[in-house]
């Protein structure tokens, strides 16, 4: 892969670099176990952010990073099924994101509502919120997602789909108790 880059975002990516490697390392062993595995997922997280290199403004700001945990997550889990593909174990045992703070509060008022979809993000696999995640927090598109997520698009409208149809029921029940 050949990717030419100006002084600037050669500077950004070393930056990004040197700000983020230790969490990305630590969340690909998280899930990997296996020093060399986490680097060589580092390496490939590393590469997918470079294609998107031009959509992070702040190196250091939190979703920066949150989008950095996500792209590794999501290599270090392909990574991981590719060596584990006779064996099945369910992703959301690889690693536990649910604690991090979900920025649904900026799509409904009512604080009852806001818990409840809380709660139900916190039920869903880690896919389909790292899915949801980048396309209402990040505003990737669903190509660059895809790609970022190593799915195809229709895998990927059927994510986001099955998120929003569990969060619009659970709206809806709530709009239903009152």
């Known amino acids: 892969m050949f990717i030419f880059l100006n ?3 050669s500077n950004k990516f070393y930056e990004l ?12 062993m998280g899930i990997l176990h296996n020093k060399e595995l986490a680097e060589d997922a580092v390496h490939n997280a590393f590469e997918r952010v470079l ?8 190196v250091s700001s939190h979703k920066t990073k949150k989008f950095m945990v996500v792209i590794t997550r ?4 392909d990574i991981y099924h590719k060596l584990k593909s006779t064996e099945t174990t369910p992703i959301d045992n690889l690693y536990d994101l649910h604690n991090e703070d979900s920025k649904v509060e900026n799509i409904l008022v009512a604080s009852e509502t806001i818990n ?15 899915a949801f995640d980048l396309k209402h927090n990040y505003d990737f598109s669903n190509k660059e997602i895809a790609e970022l997520l190593n799915i195809t698009e229709p895998t990927l409208r059927k994510r986001l789909q099955v998120i929003r ?5 659970v709206m809806e029940e709530n709009n239903n108790g009152r």
């Open 74 to 77: 999501n290599v270090s889990i």
């Open 116 to 130: 409840e979809l809380k709660k139900e993000l916190q039920k869903m696999p880690i896919i389909y919120i790292d």
């Open 51 to 58: 294609k998107n290199l031009h959509k992070i403004e702040d």
């Open 17 to 28: 670099y040197a700000v983020h490697k230790k969490t990305m390392l630590y969340i690909a």
């Open 7 to 9: 002084d600037n975002d």
């Open 165 to 169: 149809d569990r969060l619009r029921a």
